[in-house]
């Protein structure tokens, strides 16, 4: 087909299309190397676009090609309750973040699909709970529920032992966990309970602490059956009720309050120092600034010290700094390898549904390729670690 030829397109999908992927008309024009008035008239149904145009909204928006050629837009379920607390930016979304979001509810419709023909249970196991409800007491429970005493939760290596633990724990409950890149300014996680199977996605380019607390965090909204993208920090400025049940929730489920007590007082002569908040961050794989939250909330520390100290901490808190693991090597330039990078984003649970409906030939090999984004030559590695 001739780049140059005008392509009949409905007006309204054209506008559905660059709206719903977070894109300003004067970003479209630039994409295109046009004006804004030649945009608004293709919106207004006064001009066709080429298909020069159409195929780099295409590649802008991660779209289909098909889709500027549908009769109508699609209705699709709204964007996450914004819990983010951003001035000026309510419900206004970094277009990667959109597109994080939308691929994350294309994979929770195909797992859910794909769960039916393997008669996989989709509905959590879990028991939803309200903000009336003292959110340390269920903390514990489920601290009890995965067996995550004091000695194990320090025994792990690193924190990337600990969330893989948890991960697997959400699984076994049918919730799935994803990882992906957002900019880690505009969110750092969100929760999806308004369909099957419940999803929590956190940030892959947050620290792992911090992505740890997301986790729990996010867990929180899923327990109160939420539907919402935030971004979870420990901070005592949180006006928003929900938000505090959740952080509480957190804190507690990752330093219970009894073992931070005793922490804290066993280290109370040196316990703001730098090497003793680095050396407990690394016990219980938590970040510097959770630590910080709990001395407040318990005393230790005032007001006026927790800001001074958790100012030194801020820089950090936005940069993967651990060794050894999936952050350290993409750093080093190149990417991880394809496999390690599906079971890091996508997870056991996801991986096992699209292998068996590929062993059961309910899907193709090339579908569960795309499924799973990876090359044809990962496939058998991928299975294998995911089995493992």
């Known amino acids: 087909m001739p780049r140059s030829l005008k392509v009949e397109v409905n007006p309204k999908v054209f506008k559905w299309l660059r709206e719903s992927s977070g894109w300003s008309i004067e970003d479209v024009a630039k994409r295109l190397k046009s004006s804004i008035e030649v945009v608004e008239a293709i919106e207004k149904g006064e001009r066709q676009p080429t298909f020069r145009q159409l195929k780099e909204l295409s590649n802008a928006y991660k779209r289909p090609l098909a889709s500027f050629l549908l009769s109508v837009?699609?209705?699709?379920?709204?964007?996450?309750?914004?819990?983010?607390?951003?001035?000026?930016?309510?419900?206004?979304?970094?277009?990667?973040?959109?597109?994080?979001?939308?691929?994350?509810?294309?994979?929770?419709?195909?797992?859910?699909?794909?769960?039916?023909?393997?008669?996989?249970?989709?509905?959590?196991?879990?028991?939803?709970?309200?903000?009336?409800?003292?959110?340390?007491?269920?903390?514990?429970?489920?601290?009890?529920?995965?067996?995550?005493?004091?000695?194990?939760?320090?025994?792990?290596?690193?924190?990337?032992?600990?969330?893989?633990?948890?991960?697997?724990?959400?699984?076994e409950m049918n919730i799935l966990i994803f990882q992906f890149p957002m900019p880690i300014d505009d969110a750092r996680a969100f929760a999806l309970t308004?369909?099957?199977?419940?999803?929590?996605?956190v940030n892959k380019k947050d620290?792992?602490?911090?992505?740890?607390?997301?986790?729990?965090?996010?867990?929180?909204?899923?327990?109160?059956?939420?539907?919402?993208?935030?971004?979870?920090?420990?901070?005592?400025?949180?006006?928003?009720?929900?938000?505090?049940?959740?952080?509480?929730?957190?804190?507690?489920?990752?330093?219970?309050?009894?073992?931070?007590?005793?922490?804290?007082?066993?280290?109370?002569?040196?316990?703001?120092?730098?090497?003793?908040?680095n050396r407990l961050s690394r016990k219980y794989k938590v970040s510097k600034a959770m630590l910080l939250y709990n001395m407040l909330k318990q005393n230790f520390i005032t007001r006026k010290e927790y800001e001074a100290i958790l100012e030194r901490y801020r820089p950090e808190e936005t940069e993967p700094v651990d060794e050894g693991d999936e952050d350290k090597e993409e750093k080093k330039?190149?990417?991880?390898?394809?496999?390690?990078?599906?079971?890091?984003?996508?997870?056991?649970?996801?991986?096992?549904?699209?292998?068996?409906?590929?062993?059961r030939n309910y899907i193709t090999f090339t579908d569960a390729l795309n499924y799973l984004s990876i090359r044809s030559k990962n496939f058998d590695q991928v299975l294998a670690k995911a089995r493992k």
């Open 333 to 359: 330039g190149g990417g991880i390898p394809s496999d390690r990078r599906c079971l890091s984003e996508v997870g056991n649970k996801f991986i096992s549904i699209v292998a068996n409906n590929y062993d």
């Open 73 to 171: 837009p699609i209705k699709e379920r709204p964007l996450p309750k914004d819990y983010r607390m951003l001035s000026g930016k309510k419900d206004v979304f970094d277009k990667s973040t959109i597109y994080i979001i939308r691929k994350v509810r294309n994979l929770q419709e195909i797992s859910k699909e794909l769960s039916i023909n393997i008669n996989y249970p989709t509905k959590p196991k879990v028991k939803r709970v309200t903000i009336k409800q003292n959110p340390e007491d269920i903390s514990a429970y489920y601290r009890e529920l995965f067996e995550l005493t004091e000695k194990k939760q320090r025994k792990y290596g690193t924190p990337y032992e600990m969330f893989r633990y948890l991960r697997d724990n959400f699984e």
């Open 207 to 277: 620290t792992i602490e911090a992505r740890l607390f997301s986790l729990m965090h996010e867990f929180g909204h899923v327990l109160l059956g939420e539907t919402v993208i935030d971004f979870p920090d420990i901070s005592i400025l949180v006006d928003n009720r929900k938000e505090l049940w959740c952080n509480t929730f957190a804190s507690s489920f990752l330093l219970p309050k009894k073992i931070a007590n005793s922490v804290f007082k066993t280290e109370r002569k040196a316990l703001t120092e730098t090497n003793t908040l």
């Open 194 to 201: 308004d369909d099957l199977p419940n999803v929590i996605v």
